[in-house]
């Protein structure tokens, strides 16, 4: 059962609102994690850094290390999202594994990021 919250609208009635997160559908989440995969090769491995959002390119020493960081780092995050949707198909997912998720895709993305500014 999902837990709701009920309000009283001004006609009187009640309203149910459901506190239920989640119910992610396996199949986008599994699309966006290849989306995701594609992305990261092509700027590791074709060299397509201006895939990149955020870093000025013309301040940086060495572009093509820029790209390999941010490109695997990238695959890496595709790889735990489509892991993810596996989790999902198997009914396993929850408020634990979700934040587990989460926390550990921005750790990798910001630390990605900056390590970047700093090359």
Request: proline fraction near 3%; hydrophobic fraction near 55%; charge should be negative.
């Amino acid at each position: 059962m999902v837990p709701v919250s009920v309000y009283r609208l001004v006609d009187g009635t009640n309203s149910e609102i459901p506190l239920a997160v989640g119910g992610s559908n396996p199949t986008v989440v599994a699309a966006v994690g290849v989306v995701i995969v594609v992305v990261g090769y092509l700027i590791r491995y074709q060299g397509m850094t201006g895939l990149i959002n955020g870093i000025n390119m013309a301040a940086v020493a060495d572009e093509e290390r820029v790209g390999d960081l941010i490109g695997g780092v990238s695959m890496v995050i595709g790889v735990l999202v489509l892991g993810y949707a596996v989790l999902l198909t198997q009914e396993f997912s929850g408020n634990t594994i979700e934040v587990g998720f989460g926390a550990v895709v921005v750790v990798l993305a910001v630390g990605a990021v900056l390590k970047a500014r700093g090359m």
